[in-house]
């Protein structure tokens, strides 16, 4: 096939400021990893000094939250993923799917704790950040209790060690569908400070995650500019 191309000096002169660019995209992409790293390396630390914290039980934290809607515009229509609650999009949106008109949504409120008990297995579970909305039925969503931070609770049981102590209590025989129920996962106890420390904690892991949001716009803003570049070269 016949292809169009510039002359030798301007393909080396493309070639370099591609290159320069895939440099730079590289190198944030690296920072970013970077920082999400640290953040887990720093809270291993703190944790590492949990004995003098009180043990309590999930149940005395959690409570689950088992009010739905139907979808009528009160709320926005969300979905559950490993990166969290966020709005639905084109490609998640199934709801041709749906033959009942008066099917019932679970309403998840910002600050919830949310997880899918078929999907813990690949980290489905996150803080409610995204805000009020509904999504579907099978996601369990919990309310967490005034006497303890949000954010901070939301830290412990997300990391990869809280979901594998709770993976010990999956139940099923086909391992797509293997669960962890919410009455099994409130039985289980963790550790906390008093709410001066979690409030603390809380701040410094809140700053943080700015400080990474930031550079991982950064980074998108460099993805989409080299395609944005490619595009007007090659049209």
């Known amino acids: 096939m016949p292809i169009n191309l510039p002359s030798n000096e301007e393909q080396h002169k493309i070639s370099s400021l591609l290159t320069l660019i895939e440099k730079k995209i590289k190198a944030q992409a690296t920072l970013v990893e970077n920082l999400k790293k640290y953040k887990r390396g720093l809270l291993q630390r703190i944790l590492r000094h949990d004995n003098e914290w009180e043990e309590v039980s999930l149940s005395e934290v959690l409570f689950e939250r088992k009010t739905y809607c139907e979808k009528d515009g009160t709320y926005e229509h969300a979905t559950l993923s490993k990166e969290g609650v966020y709005g639905k999009t084109d490609r998640y949106d199934r709801d041709y799917l749906v033959m009942d008109e008066e099917k019932k949504y679970k309403i998840t ?3 919830d704790l949310c997880y899918n008990p078929a999907n813990l297995k690949f980290g489905v579970i996150c803080l409610n950040t995204y805000g009020d909305a509904i999504f579907s039925p099978i996601y369990i ?3 967490i209790a005034d006497e303890y931070n949000k954010e901070f609770i939301g830290l412990l049981l997300t990391r990869a060690d809280f979901i594998n102590r709770a993976l010990k209590y999956q139940q ?3 391992y797509e569908r293997m669960a962890v129920s919410p009455e099994d996962l409130l039985t289980m106890k963790i550790k906390v400070p008093p709410l001066e420390t979690q409030n603390r904690i809380a701040h410094i892991f809140t700053e943080w995650d ?3 949001r930031k550079n991982e716009s950064v980074l998108e803003g ?3 500019g080299k395609k944005q ?3 007007s070269l090659f049209i």
Do not use: R
Request: glycine letters at 12%; charged letters at 5%; a negative charge.
């Open 229 to 231: 570049l490619l595009n």
């Open 210 to 212: 700015a400080l990474i």
């Open 109 to 111: 409120h910002f600050g």
């Open 141 to 143: 969503t919990f309310e």
């Open 222 to 224: 460099l993805q989409t």
């Open 172 to 174: 099923g025989t086909v």
